[in-house]
């Protein structure tokens, strides 16, 4: 199949595009390379460097290639930053994903696979948290995310198109071949900035907030390999035949932010000092996925479960790669 990857250089993309790749798919990647990395994409991937806010560029990447379904990850993805500049995410997303989405079906286009997030749970009534939670979102990013859920809602309605919309939890890890992994300017995320410490690029670890209501203070969150999210993208993307659908992604076990810092030490053999400071504003004390709709319905079973493992394929990268892409 031929298939348009959106944000293909970057951290979920580029493995996405890897795996699609390796399983004898052919991509196009679309990239502006504001986050993304050149270097990330596959050799044998076709690159197109673009913005999805062209709609003419948009108009004209599927008028020269035969698309058959479109993996959509490019997308601004920082909860705080969306939280200080609103109109980048709600502006910015949507208006992208509707370029996108418009083109797609006006070529004909009827299969598609959003990157959506659990950040549409801000108020959860259940834990572990399945597809039936109602949707609170908790900044304007996870609302991006929920509007573009929307509009697929309805052109599978009057269009007959086929989406999945893919919620994930805390994305983490490398690709096992080594040659890709997380490489953010800034970086935000847990795991890669405590290896930086690791690395002796960083004195310290903060932890945002130690009087959550959790079994160590600390918030309790759901990592999932990224090689495993890539998994249930391929699954999902040949299961869009029998129709639509919504899976939430995590490993349905959480771990706490002092838990991911010990398991790193372990890893890397380094104290990786920490300290405590403020709570980082929209943070939730605690979100766990359950992925069970998409075991039973796509027999989706994750190959990386373990934390350990995915902060072992983390460190492999960072650790052969301490400058990221080095672009
Ligand atoms: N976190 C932290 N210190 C950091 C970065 C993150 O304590 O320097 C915490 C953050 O508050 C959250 C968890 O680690 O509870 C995971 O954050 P991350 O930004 O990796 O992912 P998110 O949950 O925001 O998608």
């Not at 790193?264 to 069970?292: K, M, Q, W, Y």
Request: aromatic share 10%; hydrophobic share 35%; glycine share 10%.
């Amino acid at each position: 199949m031929k298939i348009l990857v959106t944000g293909g250089a970057g951290y979920i993309g580029s493995i996405v595009t890897e795996r699609l790749i390796e399983g004898g798919d052919s991509v196009v990647v679309f990239d502006n390379l504001y986050y993304g990395h050149r270097s990330a994409v596959h050799p044998d991937a076709v690159f197109v460097k673009g913005d999805l806010a062209d709609r003419a560029a948009v108009k004209a990447l599927f008028d020269a290639h035969p698309i058959e379904a479109v993996m959509h990850f490019a997308s601004y993805t920082l909860v705080g930053e969306s939280m200080q500049k609103p109109f980048m995410y709600l502006g910015g997303n949507v208006t992208n994903g509707t370029n996108l989405l418009q083109e797609a079906v006006e070529h004909g286009v009827r299969r598609f696979i959003l990157s959506s997030t659990a950040n549409l749970f801000d108020d959860p009534q259940q834990m572990p948290i399945d597809e039936e939670e109602r949707i609170v979102p908790g900044s304007p990013y996870g609302e991006s995310k929920n509007i573009l859920e929307r509009f697929l809602h309805w052109l599978d309605r009057i269009y007959g198109f086929r989406y999945a919309a893919l919620r994930y939890f805390n994305a983490a890890g490398a690709s096992p071949t080594g040659a890709r992994g997380e490489d953010h300017d800034p970086e935000t995320h847990l795991i890669p900035l405590t290896l930086q410490v690791a690395l002796g690029q960083r004195e310290r670890i903060t932890i945002y907030g130690d009087d959550y209501p959790t079994r160590d203070g600390t918030c309790v969150r759901d990592y999932i390999h990224v090689v495993d999210l890539a998994q249930a993208h391929i699954l999902a993307l040949r299961a869009l035949g029998e129709g639509s659908r919504t899976y939430n992604l995590g490993n349905g076990q959480g771990f706490t932010v002092k838990e991911v810092v010990e398991t790193c030490r372990a890893v890397t053999g380094h104290p990786i000092p920490a300290e405590f400071g403020a709570r980082r504003p929209g943070d939730p004390a605690t979100l766990i996925a359950s992925s069970e709709k998409i075991r039973r319905e796509l027999g989706w079973e994750p190959q990386y479960p373990d934390l350990r493992t995915i902060v072992e394929h983390a460190w492999a990268w960072h650790r052969t790669h301490p400058n990221g892409y080095g672009d």
